[in-house]
């Protein structure tokens, strides 16, 4: 059974348990209610009888007679059913006359149990009484209007009934149909479809769930994208020096080479490289996965910094990039030196491949650090051609190099900025980046104190 016919059949269930409480308590509060108001009239009549039979006893002076005035005043049970025996007694308490129940004059009123009893006075003096009890269980016109009111119930709880299953039917359909969506969606998902997209306009629980599965297969498109785009790039990269080191083998393997320490150090050179793409690729997952092992310690930034900076002052002197360094005091931070310095060894080797690229006389690059709220951040700055904002964008993503041709001596692996990325995150840390056409660009890191 689904879940639109449950829901219909829930609202069918109500509406049914709903008709049949209020046929039940409508039933009896009429019931009562008619009994109520019969039983006022019925007091009121023999009310006015008793004055009835105050005026025959002060015209007659006894009770002969009494049955005539009576059945002549309508007093007596109903040929329908209903209405009340009646007897008059005397003052001493005798049977002098009635209507039904076995009444008749010098009887008693043993066999005859009153419901009830009114004294019929004269001047203030009791002369008689007269006592009544119902005829039976209640009057034909009583049963009839009670019969009339379940029928009008029962019409009107069928009807309730027949609009709650419409309803029902109804709200059930628009209820499902947003899942009926959100199933599909999921099979075609389950068969490789990640394109799907489930459109939902309600503002409910419904609604929240559709977003959600948008927002999750717009993220499993996303990673199969990297994915792809990674084996493509990985195979890529690795077929470049797999390539020149089957050529240069194969050559001298035919005599074509001579086998000289210059021909086998080409090979050697792209099998380092090699190992360096592997190696990057291989921390690039573990950084991904959340696995990349960690040596955390209290370090100061200031200290790495100036000691990364003095690693490449070398290279930037051989390039003719200045290299400047502002480093102010700051909290040590808890992080892994090897690794951080890992991140500022590819910021700062960007930068001094870019910083010549620019228009300015005096390459430049600057290294700073400084206090940032409750972070450190460590600034690298250049004077080169500087990022677009469609590169800044993507300078991030994975195999990712500035110039279109992919060229490995000018950028690299392309996974650097990814794995500095990722390892800052490992962190809690972030990375970003500000550049503007002409004016360079200024990476940025913030790590937090461990104050």
């Not at 046929?23 to 009429?30: E, G, I, M, P, S």
């Not at 677009?388 to 110039?403: C, G, H, I, K, L």
């Amino acid at each position: 059974m689904n879940l639109r016919i449950k829901l219909t059949l829930a609202f069918v269930l109500v509406a049914v348990v709903a008709v049949g409480l209020v046929a039940v308590l409508a039933n009896r509060a009429t019931a009562v209610g008619f009994e109520q108001y019969l039983a006022a009239g019925e007091t009121t009549q023999l009310e006015q009888a008793s004055s009835q039979l105050a005026s025959f006893y002060q015209q007659q002076g006894d009770w002969n007679g009494i049955n005539a005035v009576l059945r002549d005043s309508g007093i007596g049970p109903d040929p329908a059913g209903g209405g009340y025996f009646v007897r008059v007694l005397d003052a001493a308490g005798n049977d002098v006359g009635g209507r039904g129940g076995g009444s008749g004059q010098g009887r008693g009123v043993s066999d005859f149990e009153p419901e009830v009893t009114i004294p019929i006075l004269l001047d203030g003096k009791q002369v008689g009484t007269l006592v009544a009890a119902k005829s039976g269980s209640g009057s034909r016109a009583g049963e009839q209007y009670l019969a009339q009111v379940n029928q009008a119930i029962l019409i009107a709880g069928m009807i309730a009934v027949f609009l709650a299953l419409v309803i029902g039917i109804f709200l059930a359909r628009r209820l499902t149909q947003p899942l009926r969506k959100l199933n599909r969606a999921t099979q075609h998902v389950a068969a490789g479809d990640l394109s799907q997209r489930v459109t939902v306009t309600t503002h409910d629980e419904v609604g929240d769930l559709a977003d959600h599965f948008n927002d999750m297969a717009a993220a499993l498109e996303t990673a199969e994208t990297q994915r792809q785009q990674l084996l493509a790039d990985t195979a890529h990269d690795l077929r470049t020096p797999i390539s020149i080191m089957q050529s240069h083998l194969e050559a001298m393997l035919d005599g074509v080479f001579p086998t000289t320490p210059e021909n086998l150090g080409v090979v050697y050179e792209e099998t380092l490289r090699l190992g360096r793409l592997v190696g990057d690729v291989r921390t690039l997952s573990l950084v991904e996965a959340g696995q990349l092992p960690l040596d955390k310690q209290p370090i100061d930034l200031p200290e790495l910094v100036a000691q990364a900076a003095a690693a490449f002052s070398p290279l930037a002197e051989a390039d003719g990039v200045q290299l400047v360094t502002d480093l102010q005091p700051v909290f040590p931070v808890q992080a892994d030196a090897a690794r951080i310095h890992q991140v500022l060894a590819n910021l700062i080797a960007n930068a001094l491949r870019y910083a010549p690229q620019g228009k300015q006389t005096t390459p430049t690059v600057s290294l700073s650090v400084g206090v940032k709220d409750t972070h450190v951040e460590v600034m690298i700055a250049d004077n080169g051609p500087g990022l677009t904002p469609e590169q800044q964008a993507t300078v991030f993503d994975r195999f990712w190099r500035s110039d279109s041709a992919r060229s490995r001596e000018q950028g690299g692996s392309g996974l650097g900025l990814a794995i500095a990325k990722g390892i800052l995150e490992a962190h809690g840390g972030t990375i970003g980046v500000e550049s503007q056409i002409g004016k360079g660009a200024t990476f940025w890191f913030l790590l937090p104190t461990s104050k």
